[in-house]
């Protein structure tokens, strides 16, 4: 009776270990999702804090300062911080343990060329924000004008690049299920094809394969002729009559020691 009552008591503690984990893992997995919108919106504030001084940086260096730089700096940080979150999303596709390699190739090459496009944007927010606060830049003369002349064309190049992306992940995903598409498309056509053939001719297909390898069911004839298995029994028992092949108690020969189960 102790025994019992131990085991029962192991087990109830199994299953209420069993529902504490689910809620603990639950728990993470909402608050990793909240965490990821934190990251989003840390992102998006440290890009709208530079903006600024990306903006204070274009006017020091513009001939004719204007309010209106503002509005070119906007368009960096915003482009920079989706860019961003972007690539921690990629990131993310690449690290899953289930992708294949040409997955994870394909993420990865999008992942480089995103990153070496917003590498001088955020090499800029980040001098920017130095500099704003009284920071000293080496090389300053040639630095800002070559980061400050990059920003915009560059930016424009990651914004047709993450409009194009969705298209290119979706063909992806298109081309890497064709094969499997195509292969299910020959069979649809290769049943319809057999389905077509006279008795006569099935017959003989079916002892044609037969005759090769024994091991194969009724139902697995059917499938491929596109006939029931019944079907192919009664083909059996023709054939039976014909002297090509013994079918007795359900199973078919061609030599004694060759014999396949129902």
């Known amino acids: ?15 209420m270990f069993a529902k504490v984990w689910t ?35 274009f006017m020091a260096w513009a001939k004719h300062p204007h309010w209106i730089y503002f509005l070119p700096a906007v368009f960096v940080e ?7 979150w972007q690539i921690v999303g990629m990131f993310h596709q690449w690290s899953r343990s289930n992708q294949k390699k040409q997955e994870k190739r394909f993420y990865g090459i999008l992942i480089i060329v995103l990153t070496v496009l917003i590498l001088p944007s955020i090499t800029t ?5 130095y500099w704003e606060f009284g920071g000293s830049i080496p090389y300053a003369d040639w630095v800002f004008p070559i980061l400050l002349g990059l920003l915009c064309p560059l930016m424009a190049i990651v914004c047709a690049v993450l409009g194009a992306i969705p298209e290119v992940v979706k063909r992806r995903k298109t081309v890497s ?10 069979g649809k056509k290769r049943a319809r094809a057999q389905r077509a053939l006279p008795t006569a001719k099935r017959r003989e297909k079916v002892f044609a394969l037969l005759y090769e390898n024994l091991d194969q069911s009724p139902a697995d004839l059917g ?40």
């Open 23 to 57: 809620k603990v893992s639950t728990n993470l997995a909402k608050l990793w999702t909240k965490a990821g919108k934190l990251a989003f919106a840390g992102i998006l504030a440290f890009a709208l804090c530079s903006v600024y001084a990306i903006a204070q940086l």
């Open 78 to 84: 915003i482009v920079t911080a989706i860019a961003i």
């Open 223 to 262: 499938q491929r002729f596109g006939v029931t298995a019944q079907t192919i029994r009664n083909d059996y028992k023709e054939l039976a009559k014909q002297g090509k092949i013994v079918y007795k108690d359900g199973r078919v020969s061609l030599r004694p020691q060759k014999v396949v189960a129902k």
């Open 125 to 129: 927010s980040v001098t920017a924000n």
């Open 177 to 186: 299920q064709k094969p499997e598409t195509v292969g299910k498309e020959t």
């Open 1 to 15: 009776m102790a025994e019992s009552a131990g085991l029962t008591g192991a087990g109830e503690g199994k299953k």
